[in-house]
């Protein structure tokens, strides 16, 4: 980190200390003045204007009193190198005994690589919500088509147990129908796995037979 200060009888300049010239990526000046429009304001347009004009609002907003102190965090275009670093800014008023802002002093920080960080974390959060969406999709599709010459099995085995048949045929055509029933909940179960993660599980009681669940 390195410090900074702006003294409000010059109010059109800022004087940081040589760690915070570093952080900004100026050259060295004799006197130690640098612009604070034309230097250090330009230098966060060129990196982002948005972010310039949140900044601004936020150090004004300080001095007309609006926040207690001055604290933002931006992107800045270092002259040095063109690099963008971000900076995380802290500064403190000093006021007279008319309230008017007669110094403010602070420090810059470099969290550059914390931002980069942050925002892979982000990019990484997406990415596995993009993959889990993907997953969902793929099991909810392959579910209803699987259901669809399941449903096939299950009626034609319904009507094959319609007609003449023997005993054994009979058992292997109710066996049939009982493990495609079974199949059959496996897919909804795999479609309730989807709801789960999409958070609109609806849980229901309903009353059953013990015995038919055992036989089957």
Wanted: overall charge negative; proline content about 3%.
């Amino acid at each position: 980190a390195g410090y900074w200060l702006v003294d409000y009888s010059d109010p059109d300049y800022y004087y940081p200390s040589k760690r915070a010239v570093e952080i900004l990526g100026e050259a060295e000046n004799e006197d130690g003045r640098y612009h604070l429009h034309d230097e250090w304001f330009a230098r966060l347009i060129e990196a982002d204007p948005e972010a310039a004009a949140r900044t601004s609002e936020l150090y004004e907003g300080a001095i007309e009193g609006r926040y207690e102190s001055y604290e933002a965090t931006y992107p800045y275009r270092r002259p040095a190198d063109g690099e963008i670093v971000w900076i995380h800014a802290l500064g403190s008023l000093v006021r007279g005994e008319d309230g008017k802002a007669q110094k403010m002093y602070g420090v810059y920080q470099d969290v550059t690589k914390l931002k980069r960080a942050e925002e892979e974390l982000i990019e990484a959060r997406r990415a596995a919500e993009d993959a889990s969406r993907a997953k969902g999709d793929f099991l909810a599709n392959m579910s209803h088509e699987i259901r669809t010459p399941m449903n096939a099995v299950i009626g034609m085995t319904h009507l094959a147990l319609q007609t003449d048949l023997t005993d054994k045929q009979r058992d292997y055509l109710q066996k049939i129908e009982g493990a495609s029933h079974t199949l059959l909940g496996v897919i909804n179960d795999i479609l309730d796995f989807s709801k789960i993660e999409a958070g609109k599980m609806d849980l229901e009681a309903i009353d059953f037979s013990l015995d038919e669940v055992l036989e089957s």
